[in-house]
């Protein structure tokens, strides 16, 4: 296979298979890579939500448009469909750490299942990594432990939910932890705050609104080199409200300063500010300012 083709891995015994571990249950699976065979450095798709531990520097990731480097104690989260992998020669490396995967039908009717895309960090980028303290590394390792557990023991009409609570502890545990890192890099997250304002403040003060619409949190992201969901999520804890709604607010006081522009109608202002049509930035306004525009510029 050439190195920048893409290797699809459907489902969890196939991953098994080719590191060479035992599938105990046919869609989750805990892998010890210190018991595994090496690995071909290709760039994959899977079919099943994937999250490795590496303990060593591993080399060059490549993952969504970016490359990261693993340091010891980072945990990546991977959805299906999405492509990740080492670039390389094709070359086999022993690997180091953990893996955790398990199939969307493992979780199809539970809780888990419900509330699968709560857990945003699986549309993370990579270099939005996970970074664990020692003791956040033995939790992890507890949660890895109890599932392996389970899995080799007899099945029962207790093993899918023991099995499917255990992961959904591990994530939980997993979201407190990103919380503890957007706090503890809150001066790295405070300059992204900054530099979205003054992103914005100029979007909204030029004629990008008109030649590229409304202004979207992708877009802003995108300007930031982050995933659209690291970026709300950050969003969202530094400053308390979500991004589009940040957005929204920004929005509304540089329409304010603009219905007072005698030679520019609501429509005008509507327009230059990215909306399609005039009632939905009305609607927008008497939603966030209690009254209309036009009620807005008579009361004041």
Do not use: W
Not at 90 to 119: C, E, M, S, V, W
Not at 255 to 278: H, M, N, R, T, V
Request: aromatic share 14%; glycine share 6%.
């Amino acid at each position: 296979m050439d190195n920048q083709e893409v290797e699809i891995i459907d489902n969890v015994s196939d991953y098994n298979r080719m590191v060479n571990q035992e599938t105990l249950h046919p869609l989750v699976s805990v892998v010890d890579f210190s018991k595994s065979d090496p690995i071909c450095q290709y760039r994959r798709n899977y079919g099943f939500y994937t999250v490795f531990l590496k303990d060593v520097n591993c080399g060059d990731m490549y993952y969504g448009k970016h490359t990261y480097d693993y340091q010891e104690g980072t945990l990546v989260f991977i959805a299906p469909g999405q492509i990740s992998g080492i670039t390389g020669d094709g070359t086999y490396r022993q690997p180091a750490g953990y893996a955790l995967l398990f199939h969307p039908d493992l979780i199809k009717g539970t809780n888990l299942g419900k509330h699968i895309n709560d857990y945003s960090f699986f549309s993370y980028d990579v270099h939005e990594a996970l970074h664990l303290s020692e003791k956040e590394r033995e939790i992890i390792l507890e949660c890895f432990k109890n599932i392996r557990h389970e899995l080799e023991q007899a099945i029962d009409k207790h093993s899918k939910s023991l099995i499917v609570n255990n992961i959904e502890l591990f994530l939980n545990y997993c979201m407190r932890f990103y919380d503890r890192q957007f706090v503890t890099r809150d001066h790295v997250n405070r300059g992204f705050i900054g530099k979205f304002e003054h992103l914005l403040d100029d979007y909204l003060r030029s004629d990008k609104p008109k030649n590229l619409g409304f202004p979207m949190v992708n877009y802003f992201a995108e300007q930031l080199n982050l995933s659209a969901n690291y970026f709300g999520d950050l969003i969202k804890k530094e400053l308390g409200v979500s991004a589009q709604e940040f957005i929204h607010n920004k929005l509304i006081e540089v329409a304010k300063e603009q219905i007072f522009i005698p030679a520019k109608s609501i429509s005008e202002i509507s327009y230059d500010l990215g909306f399609k049509y005039p009632q939905h930035f009305t609607r927008l306004f008497k939603t966030k300012v209690g009254v209309s525009p036009s009620e807005y510029k008579t009361l004041h």
